[in-house]
């Protein structure tokens, strides 16, 4: 995590979002959601506050339809 740069660190995120997104559209609730955590994981450390709001809502979405 602290040698990747800002990019790889994006591209990272961005992949498990929408990895969380296909699988959650595959009716894969338990796999999207590890995945958003993932990534909800990577922005809260990062400190990046508007895009862990926009991950945990993506998280909130998926655990209100497998529920």
């Known amino acids: ?3 990747q740069s800002p990019d790889d660190f994006h591209l990272l995120v961005k ?3 929408g990895v969380a997104e296909v699988l959650h559209l595959a009716g894969r ?3 999207a959601a590890a995945s958003a955590e993932r990534a909800l994981e990577l ?3 990062k400190g990046n ?3 862990a709001a ?3 809502a993506l998280l ?3 655990r209100a339809e497998a529920g």
């Open 15 to 17: 992949t498990l979002i």
């Open 43 to 45: 922005e809260e450390r």
């Open 29 to 31: 609730s338990a796999e």
């Open 60 to 62: 909130d979405e998926i």
């Open 49 to 51: 506050l508007a895009g």
């Open 1 to 3: 995590f602290a040698e």
């Open 54 to 56: 926009r991950v945990s």
